[in-house]
């Protein structure tokens, strides 16, 4: 099963912000529901992501009450990619490999497109598994033919 099926979710869960916009305004962004920033250049291009614990860890570091670092310092570049012909038992393994929950789904530009979740992955696999099975038990039964 290919990543491109998953798109649609991806697409609700994707927030982004400019590489030169404020921490505190990736501070601002990263409500509740919202676990990962995905950060881009001016030309939309991604260029990394922002979670919660990355940005504690550079407002930890700000002196005084103004923290006027920018989103590109806090951000991680070496970013795990997810793209529409990406198999999802691949990205399953490469994210478990990374303790990753989620990661940025792009074109073929490096342009953001979602976010894809490890549940959504888990549960489209959980549901092709139990779909095979069905066919098998069915097959081997007989059900269906004549």
Same mark, same amino acid.
């Given at each position: 099963?290919?990543?491109?099926?998953?798109?649609?979710?991806?697409?609700?869960?994707?927030?982004?912000?400019?590489?030169?916009?404020?921490?505190?305004?990736?501070?601002?962004?990263?409500?509740?529901?919202?676990?990962?920033?995905?950060?881009? =250049?001016?030309?939309?291009? #991604?260029?990394? *992501?922002?979670? &919660?614990? !990355? +940005?504690?860890?550079?407002? @930890?570091?700000?002196?005084? =009450?103004?923290?006027?670092? #920018?989103?590109? *310092?806090?951000? &991680?570049? !070496? +970013?795990?990619?997810?793209? @529409?012909?990406?198999?999802?038992?691949?990205?399953?393994?490469?994210?478990?490999?990374?303790?990753?929950?989620?990661?940025?789904?792009?074109?073929?530009?490096?342009?953001?497109?979602?976010?894809?979740?490890?549940?959504?992955?888990?549960?489209?696999?959980?549901?092709?598994?139990?779909?095979?099975?069905?066919?098998?038990?069915?097959?081997?039964?007989?059900?269906?033919?004549?």
């Amino acid at each position: 099963m290919f990543a491109e099926r998953l798109l649609p979710a991806a697409r609700d869960r994707l927030t982004t912000i400019v590489d030169d916009a404020p921490l505190i305004e990736a501070a601002r962004l990263l409500r509740p529901g919202t676990d990962i920033l995905v950060v881009c =250049s001016s030309a939309g291009l #991604l260029r990394g *992501v922002i979670t &919660k614990t !990355d +940005v504690v860890a550079q407002i @930890s570091q700000c002196q005084g =009450s103004g923290c006027l670092a #920018l989103a590109s *310092v806090a951000m &991680k570049q !070496d +970013v795990l990619l997810c793209r @529409s012909g990406d198999l999802l038992e691949d990205l399953w393994n490469r994210m478990r490999e990374r303790s990753l929950k989620n990661i940025p789904f792009v074109d073929q530009d490096s342009r953001p497109l979602g976010v894809l979740n490890a549940r959504d992955i888990l549960q489209a696999l959980l549901k092709e598994s139990t779909t095979e099975e069905a066919m098998m038990r069915d097959y081997v039964m007989g059900v269906g033919y004549r």
